[in-house]
């Protein structure tokens, strides 16, 4: 039976006068009734002003002239921001290169992260000590790391050239990490695997624990090794997460910023490279907006990046289901 | 021709293949706070070496004193500013989440499912792309260039309300919340002597996960607090790093400081981290 059908107490016989009897039934009233609300309005409230209005108000600035150096020069701009975004070489530049390095990192994530989860998935010795090792990328600061990252990918003195060199590459001509579009993206998708696999790698270890041991048994019957056990049962099976986790890279990853920012030799102007090579969407919109003080403008990528996301998450989505559950 | 394995797999031991692996795993997760602790430690003659360095030096104070000492960085202040932030922006996570879970969990009133739905279903909004407009309100709010506009979006969140909730609801018997009720406990005191003693597992867990992606949080930091007196210290770590001429050793060893606290909270929390991260995989 429900809380709030209860009538209240009578009146004690200590305190039996009308007026504390109202009281009392008013002050029950207002506990069960209008105090669950309050408990829960602090998130709605602080959601509303931080969350949802900077969202919505986002679409009206984009609409709009709106400089940060220039408090006159305002006024609506109909869809002169995004009519401009269509020509804009920098903004395709930068959409491709977020695809790019997305491709770069998620997928390399995202099978490390299952291969990585199976191993954590056996009875081990110091089950916490591994579990929580894979975390240590993930909890250094992603500032930090994409700074040690920049000077591991230096060309005169880097360690992945020497690396190279110690397998024969590039001894006599050292790779400039940051000339080309391919090397950049993949220096900066090194660092953006480094951090999230193993975070992820727990999302699906979580997921591999919770499947019935039945399912297992019944395989085996057909003769199932580790390796078919792994991508025949474990997979399919944590089909779920797995599409959870494609849809969280993708509204990360193409919202990638810190990386690409920190990598630049001087991270404060937002290029995103000499030539933009590896400059990211979010770095534009940071540039357009902070740099460049058109907060007009920025607002209207924005929101072009919300919609790009929308429907990648839905279609990375509906892949992975089709992809997963076909075999 | 394959060996026939009749367990699941998280029945089988682990062989020296699965421990090597993993061992490899380690090394490829450790090395990189490894080498920016021998970096933080070295010369800048030891840098420009070839091969690179691999052992630690005797710099690391040297290299300290200049970071701290270093004009127009405010690293000191940073570090602090970033504490500050962290804490009360963790310390209001968990009141509010916890007291919104506990309503979701165990109070009844009109319209609790569909608004617990809106909270599972802000999880899925990028807050990122609202940052333009989040800039100008903060404009007007006068709060630009302080610590408030970094700490205000923070103070709750709609993962750790779903967390509490999902706690809660486990953890705290519905009859106990009632019979308290009859003996006439008000709501927040069912909450306080009930509730609060039953999660502080879920509060050590939603603490950690918090305190550690406030501090590590850069864009929005950056664009509100960059260029001012009271950077975040990934603000400050990345005006190190700007200018025309970065000197590595430098900046490591400010990256380094910067990356202590959060080691140590993951050599104290880690369980609570692994086990807050994994149970909010399943649900």
């Known amino acids: 039976m429900s809380l709030t059908q209860l009538r209240p107490a009578p009146p004690s016989p200590q305190r039996p006068t009308a007026s504390a009897g109202k009281a009392t039934l008013w002050w029950h009233r207002f506990d069960t009734r209008t105090v669950p609300y309050l408990l829960i309005a602090p998130f709605f409230v602080l959601f509303a002003i ?6 919505i108000f986002n679409a009206v600035v984009s609409l709009r002239h709106w400089r940060l150096d220039d408090a006159d020069k305002t006024g609506w701009a109909g869809a002169e921001n995004y009519s401009r975004l269509l020509t804009d070489a920098d903004f395709w530049n930068a959409l491709f290169n977020t695809f790019g390095i997305f491709i770069l990192s998620t997928v390399p994530q995202l ?17 916490t000590f591994w579990r929580v090792a894979v975390l240590l990328p993930y909890v250094t600061p992603v500032a930090a790391s994409t700074l040690l990252f920049a000077m591991f990918f230096q060309t005169d003195s880097g360690m992945a050239n ?20 391919w090397s950049s993206w993949i220096a900066i998708a090194t660092m953006v695997n480094w951090k999230w696999i193993g975070y992820n790698a727990l999302l699906y270890l979580s997921a591999m624990q919770a499947i019935p041991r039945d399912v297992y048994e019944a395989a085996a019957v057909d003769g199932a090794g580790p390796q078919r056990q792994l991508w025949q049962i474990t997979v399919p099976m944590i089909q779920p997460v797995v599409i959870f986790t494609v849809v969280l890279s993708t509204i990360g990853g193409l919202q990638l910023f810190n990386e690409p920012m920190l990598f630049d030799e001087n991270p404060a102007l937002a290029n995103g490279g000499s030539d933009h090579q590896w400059q990211t969407i979010a770095q534009l919109i940071y540039q357009v907006g902070w740099r460049d003080y058109n907060l007009g403008y920025a607002a209207a990528m924005s929101w072009a990046l919300f919609l790009i996301i929308l429907v990648v998450a839905a279609i990375n989505a509906l892949l992975t289901r089709r992809f997963g559950g076909g075999r | 021709m394959s060996v026939v394995t009749s367990r699941a797999p998280q029945d089988t031991r682990g062989t020296w293949k699965t421990y090597l692996s993993l061992s490899v795993a380690l090394l490829l997760s450790a090395f990189p706070l490894y080498w920016m602790f021998v970096i933080a430690t070295s010369t800048d003659a030891a840098l420009g070496k070839y091969p690179p360095v691999l052992i630690p030096s005797d710099q690391f104070m040297v290299n300290l004193r200049e970071v701290f000492t270093l004009q127009n960085v405010y690293f000191a202040a940073s570090l602090i500013n970033s504490v500050i932030v962290a804490t009360v922006v963790t310390a209001s996570t968990l009141f509010f989440c916890s007291l919104a879970g506990f309503a979701f969990a165990k109070l009844r009133f009109k319209g609790r499912n569909p608004l617990m739905f809106v909270v599972i279903l802000t999880l899925t909004v990028p807050n990122q792309l609202g940052v333009v407009a989040l800039y100008i309100l903060m404009g007007k709010l006068q709060w630009n260039g302080t610590l408030i506009a970094v700490i205000a979006p923070g103070l709750v969140s709609a993962f750790g309300v779903f967390y509490m909730r999902q706690f809660i609801d486990h953890a705290v018997p519905g009859e106990l919340v009632e019979a308290s009720r009859i003996d006439g406990a008000s709501t927040m005191r069912v909450y306080w002597s009930i509730v609060l003693p039953a999660i502080r597992p879920a509060l050590a867990v939603l603490g950690l996960l918090t305190f550690v992606a406030t501090w590590n949080e850069f864009q929005w930091p950056l664009i509100t607090l960059g260029g001012t007196e009271y950077p975040t210290s990934m603000v400050a770590l990345s005006d190190l790093a700007s200018g025309n001429f970065v000197i590595y050793r ?14 140590l909270l993951l050599v104290l929390g880690g369980r609570q981290i692994v086990r807050g991260i994994m149970e909010g995989a399943v649900k």
Do not use: M, Q
Not at chain 1, 166 to 172: A, D, Q, S
């Open chain 1, 50 to 55: 931080f969350g949802l209005f900077p969202l």
């Open chain 1, 111 to 127: 099978v490390l992260a299952l291969l990585i989860a199976n191993l954590l998935n056996h009875r081990l010795r110091g089950t």
């Open chain 1, 162 to 181: 020497w690396f190279l060199s110690l397998v024969g590459f590039g001894e006599e001509n050292p790779l400039n990490w940051r000339a080309e579009k």
């Open chain 2, 250 to 263: 430098r900046v490591l060893a400010g990256a380094f400081v910067a990356t202590v606290p959060l080691l």
